[in-house]
């Protein structure tokens, strides 16, 4: 019998990081979940990478969540890698956010990753091995007048990851959160931001190789905060 390919879910799947991790994952031979709203978005992602198969989801759901991985494991098998993406917030200041929105950025950025990383743990904690990856942000550390909604919604993420990693590790599951500090490089950033130079952006297939390599850390020496940017951003 051959042996099983590993699998790797990616939650929140869009055109920059998410699709960038699902092509990095592929391409180390894992299956791939890719997890989001958007069907077209999952149908172009399935017919372009190898191994790769959508699943739509909604990670503010405990029943959408529940019922996509539970397509996963009967599809694919057991998850090896969790790689949290999804992240959603509008901008504005406390006196402009409607506590509708609040509320909904919070539940993209920190309930859904509860929800997820849920899914996963009692598979991995018997398998004693498994990495669960967070993509956040700086937001997840200050908060600026417009990031009244993301960034209390990054702060969650990032509290909840960290109490992860401190409770999972033991049993050896990695957890571990790359901070993303930058523009990521998206056709709508560009066309937003014509004057700025290629060093301004985060390429999507940087962070995809960061969320790799974190996988592939020796055990002696695990990350759990990992920061990307872009080598001329002031910091």
Known sequence: MSERKKVAAVAGVGPGIGAALARRFAEAGYAVAMLARNQDTLGALEREIDGARGYRCDVGSADSVAHAFAAIGADLGPVDALLYNAGSGVFADVESI???QFEASWRVNAYGALLCARQVIPAMKAATSGSIIFTGA???RRGM???AAFAPAKAAQRSLAESMARSLWPSGIHVSMIIVDGVVDLPRTRQA???K????FIKPSAVA???FQLTCQDRSAWSFEVEARPFAEPW
């Open 197 to 200: 130079p290629e060093s301004y």
């Open 138 to 140: 700086t937001a997840s």
């Open 193 to 195: 931001m014509p004057e």
């Open 209 to 211: 190789e960061i969320a």
């Open 98 to 100: 409607t506590p509708e």
């Open 145 to 147: 007048p417009r990031t």
